[in-house]
C-alpha cells in the first residue's frame, strides 16, 4: 500500500515528540538522535507496519534500534 508524504510525515513528527518526551529532549535533539542512528530510516522502511503500531510500543523499539546502532539513551 502506497502512503502519501504528508501521512507519513504526520505520524513520523508525532513520533519524534513521543520519543523525545520519554527521553527529555527537545523535538530537535531527538531527531538528531534518531537520524543519526538510523531510526528515521527505520521509519521510512516500515511505515506500513510502524504506524499500525502503538507509540509506546514504537518509542521502545526503536530506542532498541538506535542503541544497538550506537545510541546511548536510557
Same mark, same amino acid.
Given at each position: 500500500?502506497e +502512503?502519501?508524504?504528508?501521512?507519513k510525515?504526520?505520524?513520523?513528527?508525532?513520533?519524534?515528540?513521543?520519543?523525545?518526551?520519554?527521553?527529555?529532549?527537545?523535538?530537535?535533539?531527538?531527531?538528531? +538522535?534518531?537520524?543519526?542512528?538510523?531510526?528515521?530510516?527505520?521509519?521510512?522502511?516500515? +511505515?506500513?507496519?510502524?504506524?499500525?503500531?502503538?507509540?509506546?510500543?514504537?518509542?521502545?523499539d526503536?530506542?532498541?534500534?538506535?542503541?544497538?546502532?550506537?545510541?546511548?539513551?536510557?
Open positions: 500500500m +502512503y502519501s508524504k504528508e501521512e510525515l504526520e505520524w513520523t513528527m508525532i513520533f519524534i515528540h513521543e520519543f523525545g518526551k520519554r527521553f527529555g529532549l527537545t523535538m530537535k535533539q531527538a531527531f538528531g +538522535y534518531l537520524s543519526r542512528f538510523k531510526g528515521i530510516d527505520f521509519i521510512d522502511k516500515h +511505515y506500513g507496519f510502524v504506524h499500525t503500531q502503538s507509540f509506546e510500543s514504537m518509542v521502545d526503536i530506542a532498541g534500534l538506535c542503541k544497538r546502532m550506537g545510541g546511548h539513551l536510557e
